[in-house]
């Protein structure tokens, strides 16, 4: 299995990134998929989750109103749209697949991609 992000970059105070990942070597519409972020010494945190099939979607408070989530499962691609960004939100983005019930951890997750570092300057 392959998963890989791209799409990253250095963006200004309230621009905006779209963040794709594609992946390969399972049934992608069958996963949960989930981006997460982290910043160089804290944990690796929730961003928004879309579920398999149906596509019900899952976001933290502090990206709620800014970013989207969606899936093309005919593609195998998961994309997180970022709007009106802000330093906060300065880390490096992993996508990750799930193949049970939770979404919420990222002990959930059984495939993570290498990341992709989004750079927000004031």
């Known amino acids: 299995v392959q998963v890989a992000e791209s799409g990253g970059g250095l963006v200004q105070l309230g621009g905006s990134l779209s963040l794709p990942c594609l992946v390969f070597g399972l049934a992608f519409r069958d996963w949960n998929m989930a981006w997460f972020r982290q910043v160089p010494g804290k944990e690796r945190d929730l961003v928004a989750a879309?579920?398999?099939?149906?596509?019900?979607?899952h976001y933290v408070d502090a990206v709620k109103g800014r970013f989207t989530i969606a899936r093309d499962n005919a593609k195998n691609i998961v994309t997180l749209h970022m709007n009106n960004l802000n330093p906060e939100d300065t880390a490096k983005y992993y996508c990750a697949a799930s193949g049970g019930y939770g979404y919420l951890h990222t002990w959930d997750y059984t495939y993570w991609g290498q990341g992709t570092q989004v750079t927000v300057s004031s």
């Open positions: 879309i579920s398999r099939n149906v596509g019900a979607t």
